[in-house]
């Protein structure tokens, strides 16, 4: 299975080329870049450089998009573009027939003008959105094991759908009282120069932002409403928070429930959710997730606990950013899109 990754110099980038290089049914044929054409990919993920000596035999460097030659030699291309920028990639790719994981939010949203309104650009290529398939294996296996192309999800939406979903799936919470607070590391903003995200701004600092809209939401909001079909749509309060950390989620969702239930039924629904699947773990009851259990990792950890004088549950959820929310999450996709092991090259 020949793999190309079309902006490899990210860290969602990087983190690909980590889990491809030990992946034993890839073989990794370009690697691009817009900006750093002709460096060896050594100078820019050096973390990397012996495991690419031992598996290549020979230096690595980053090639221009010729979307032609790429074609030709690949048999899945990951998009690791900022938004706007990746779907004009994926217009010229998927004529091609090639399989296409795209981890840009260009095509996770089914609706253009919702698109466009949180993200203040004109869509390239809107007829694509409804050939997308929503890259989250635990509600949409078996649609990503025959999709030609996969929006893979956002880190956040990924932490709170996973955290959400039993509880909305089984009509357990009220659609309009979903509350989720969630928690980054700064590697969720991506590799780029910006005041607030150096060390110095960061380091020994904690704080909010985007309270007045984040654009994870609608992406939220759309896939828990697909889980009640002709019901009222879900609608949340989300506020993400950054942490001086380099990687890691941690969201807490709070949830009104529509019925008195108890703490044995209430994790009793997330456990027969979960139980079949190989990336997401609940843990006992009484314990609850730590992000140190879950970097560099794919898996997603979740705690429950149900606070009787409320009626309210309360769900915790930890994965790490680049790898369940990102990077490993879409591994874990090819390997569906080719008939695969879910979990080849990701234990």
């Known amino acids: 299975m020949k793999v190309s990754i079309i902006g490899a110099t990210g860290y ?16 990794i044929a370009h690697c691009t870049s817009q900006s750093q054409v002709g460096k060896p990919l050594s100078l820019i ?19 221009k998009c010729d979307v032609k030659k790429i074609a030709e030699d690949s048999d899945i291309l990951f998009i690791c573009l900022p938004h706007g920028e990746a779907s004009k990639i994926v217009k010229e790719f998927y004529p091609k027939k090639i399989k296409i994981i795209d981890l840009s939010a260009d095509f996770r949203l089914r609706s253009s003008s919702l698109y466009e309104s949180w993200y ?51 009509n357990w919470s009220n659609p309009n009282s979903l509350i989720i607070d969630a928690k980054s590391g700064v590697s969720g903003a991506g590799k780029k120069l910006e005041l607030k995200y150096l060390f110095t701004e960061t380091n020994e600092n904690f704080l909010a932002y985007a309270v007045n809209g984040h654009r994870h939401s609608p992406e939220i909001e759309q896939e828990l409403s697909n889980l009640r079909k002709d019901q009222p749509k879900i609608k949340i309060t989300f506020v993400p928070h950054l942490l001086p950390i380099h990687r890691g989620i941690l969201v807490t969702l709070y ?33 609850f997730p730590e992000l140190k259990a879950v970097q560099h990792s794919n898996f ?38 080719f008939g695969l092991e879910e979990t080849c090259g990701l234990l």
């Open 300 to 337: 997603c950890q979740i705690g429950v606990h149900l606070e009787e004088k409320t009626n309210r549950a309360i769900v915790i959820g930890a994965l790490d950013n680049l790898g369940k929310g990102a990077s490993s999450q879409a591994i874990q996709n090819m390997n569906l899109m």
């Open 120 to 170: 203040k650009t004109k869509h390239p290529c809107p007829d694509l959105l409804k050939q997308a398939v929503y890259g989250l294996p635990e509600l949409y296996r078996k649609q990503i094991a025959k999709a030609t192309l996969v929006a893979n999800p956002g880190c956040y939406a990924t932490a709170a759908i996973l955290s959400a979903s039993p509880l909305v799936k089984n």
């Open 255 to 287: 949830a009104n429930l529509t019925k008195k239930t108890s703490l044995n039924e209430l994790w009793d629904i997330y456990n027969s959710f979960y139980k079949n699947e190989p990336f997401v773990k609940v843990l006992p009851q009484g314990s």
């Open 12 to 27: 969602t980038g990087g983190e690909l080329l980590r889990y491809l290089l030990k992946h034993p049914e890839a073989t």
């Open 45 to 63: 993920h050096p973390n990397l450089a012996h495991k690419m000596e031992l598996k290549n035999k020979k230096e690595w460097f980053l090639e």
